[in-house]
């Protein structure tokens, strides 16, 4: 198995062509032609990350979010992205990232978001596929939303602002997705679900909320599609699925 082979998967699920202009999604260290004998599937390309692609065996890492964003002016081992660079140089370690590909991919972050909440009818807000919107099956009261959001999303804690007396219309929008919500609210939505909401966002109009679940929260879910993905189309390769504490940078107290 090549690179490039795992890469064809992941691109029909997810094509390169759909990234966002200013993304860097695809193959971002490694050869095509280089040979792969185990994947290890992660949310960030982190030094914990290639370390652990080093300890069993896989010698190409998937990621959600890529690694290097803009260039590299210098590989300082003493820097999170530069040591992680350095080590899958040095271990052979091929990097692929599939980031707004994959959120706009059918069955991809934004749709798993939606699946997630039990949203039915769910559809793109517009053609970005950056949002969702869909309905409950039934009407809920805010506080009996936020409680279901938490749940969905195995959620310690949650940002709101007010709840509202009744939620049935729910859009999405993965990761830093704020910027969706008035367009949100315009197509009808009670309350919008994202994530990095800034503290001025929380001022909604009447009737309507905005809940912030975490930004890895929302799109974490993405890791066990690439696995699933790839498991599907490759069932005799080895697809690793990595530690949980690897990939989130965020604890709460």
């Not at 994202?194 to 001025?200: A, F, K, L, P």
Request: charged letters at 20%; proline letters at 6%.
């Amino acid at each position: 198995m090549k690179v490039r082979d795992i890469a064809a998967v992941l691109e029909e699920f997810a094509p390169l062509g759909t990234q966002e202009p200013w993304d860097n999604a695809g193959l971002c260290i490694g050869s095509p032609e280089a040979e792969v004998h185990a994947v290890l599937a992660g949310f960030d390309c982190t030094p914990a990350l290639i370390r652990e692609a080093v300890s069993r065996g896989a010698d190409m890492v998937v990621t959600h979010h890529p690694l290097i964003f803009g260039g590299l002016k210098r590989i300082d081992p003493d820097d999170p992205v530069g040591a992680a660079v350095f080590l899958a140089v040095r271990h052979g370690i091929a990097v692929y990232a599939a980031h707004t590909n994959a959120d706009k991919a059918a069955g991809g972050v934004n749709a798993l978001m939606a699946q997630r909440l039990g949203l039915v009818d769910s559809e793109p807000l517009d053609e970005s596929g950056l949002s969702f919107i869909g309905r409950l099956p039934e009407t809920m009261d805010g506080k009996a939303f936020c409680d279901h959001v938490k749940a969905c999303f195995s959620l310690r804690v949650l940002r709101s602002s007010a709840p509202v007396a009744a939620v049935r219309c729910v859009a999405t929008s993965c990761g830093a997705g704020a910027s969706f919500a008035e367009q949100a609210f315009r197509a009808g939505a009670d309350a919008f679900v994202t994530g990095d909401v800034s503290y001025h966002r929380f001022f909604v109009p009447e009737g309507r909320m905005i809940l912030d679940v975490g930004h890895r929260e929302s799109e974490v879910a993405i890791v066990a599609k690439f696995v699933s993905v790839l498991q599907k189309k490759l069932p005799n390769f080895a697809v690793y699925t990595a530690t949980p504490e690897n990939n989130n940078p965020i604890y709460y107290y």
